[in-house]
């Protein structure tokens, strides 16, 4: 059975710090992995990784894929109260119906002042 | 900006109604998703049409329905509302085509009382 596995499941650190959040995947026939941040509402898009080894960064985030270990982190450097929120992975397979994302069940991030 | 459009941010209903969950969305996207979301089991798909008046069930399709009988709208029925039905439920949509982020509502939360 496809599968998608965030950790840590929540996670709680101090302004300035940087953290990593986990995703490993067992899926047959990977397309893609997606990260998501979901506040109180919905969640919103940050990146798509297709190729391992390539960085993809916007700002204070950055990600990166290995498809040979069948995980990715996302990285947050100088974390702040804003980035508290819900990071949701997910990854879309290729066959099966288009579009169709398998989710993790994500990780909670608290950042205190 | 991809808007998608959830027609209640809250709602609370009664056993045994019939319920119906609007989503729309403005970027002509081809695939909408209906996924509901609950503390410690993240984003399971209950449902996701890639055309009009086309559906395909997801991992959790029992008890729900849907319509889509225009392009930018995707309605989730539930038949005959259960209290295990309470959830926060989410729309997505994206386009058709690899490697296409889905772009979500900003999701209902029901109560079936």
């Known amino acids: 059975e496809d599968k998608v596995v965030q950790s840590p499941l929540s996670l709680v650190v101090h302004e300035g710090d940087t953290v990593t959040l986990n995703c490993s995947y067992e899926?047959?026939?990977?397309?893609?992995l997606l990260w998501y941040k979901q506040e109180k509402k919905a969640p919103t898009f940050l990146f798509m990784l297709?190729?391992?080894?390539i960085e993809k960064k916007s700002g204070r985030l950055s990600s990166i894929l290995d498809k040979k270990e069948l995980f990715s982190i996302l990285n947050i450097t100088a974390t702040q109260t804003g980035d508290s929120a819900i990071y949701l992975c997910?990854?879309?397979?290729?066959?099966?119906?288009?579009?169709?994302?398998?989710f993790g069940k994500g990780t909670k991030l608290s950042v205190k002042p | 900006d991809v808007k998608v459009t959830q027609s209640s941010r809250y709602l609370v209903k009664r056993t045994g109604e019939k319920v119906f969950l609007e989503c729309v969305q403005d970027?002509?996207?081809?695939?909408m998703f209906w996924y509901r979301q609950d503390p410690g089991l993240g984003l399971r798909l209950i449902y996701f049409?890639?055309?009009?008046?086309?559906?395909e069930k997801g991992d959790i399709p029992e008890g729900y329905s849907v319509s889509r009988e225009k392009k930018e709208r995707f309605s989730l029925i539930l038949e005959s509302a259960s209290t295990n039905q309470t959830s926060m439920y989410l729309c997505?949509?994206?386009?058709?085509?690899?490697?296409?982020?889905?772009?979500f509502g900003d999701g209902t939360r029901l109560s079936i009382l």
């Open positions: 049409s890639y055309d009009v008046k086309m559906k």
């Open positions: 899926v047959t026939n990977f397309r893609s």
């Open positions: 970027m002509d996207h081809e695939n």
């Open positions: 297709t190729s391992s080894g």
């Open positions: 997910a990854v879309g397979e290729y066959g099966g119906s288009q579009g169709n994302l398998i």
């Open positions: 997505a949509s994206s386009f058709w085509g690899d490697n296409q982020p889905q772009h």
